[in-house]
């Protein structure tokens, strides 16, 4: 166990078992959180970089970011 240099307050998860060995992940205590978001909040922080055609809507932008961004088509 030192070899896989767990800490107090680290997460071990057993994924298998073989018969004299095993395979864990560990999940570090002091892993920063994955950040997680909404894209109206990013264009609420984005202020005076985002901008709209007269006819287009902050939905429109949205999805035009997540097509981007993931590689889609409308």
């Known amino acids: 166990?030192?070899?896989l240099d767990v800490h107090?307050?680290?997460?071990?998860?057993v994924i298998?078992?073989?018969s004299s060995s095993f395979v864990a992940?560990?999940?570090r205590a002091d892993a920063e959180p994955v950040?997680?978001?909404k894209a109206s909040e990013w264009l609420r922080s984005a202020k005076g970089s985002v901008r709209l055609a007269t006819d287009e809507t902050a939905?429109?932008?949205?999805?035009?970011?997540?097509a981007?961004?993931?590689g889609l088509t409308p």
Not at 8 to 13: A, F, I, K, M
Not at 59 to 66: F, G, L, N, T
């Open 1 to 3: 166990m030192l070899d």
């Open 8 to 13: 107090e307050g680290d997460t071990l998860h």
């Open 16 to 18: 298998a078992l073989l």
């Open 25 to 27: 992940q560990v999940t």
């Open 35 to 37: 950040p997680q978001g």
């Open 59 to 66: 939905d429109d932008a949205r999805m035009d970011y997540y």
């Open 68 to 70: 981007t961004k993931y």
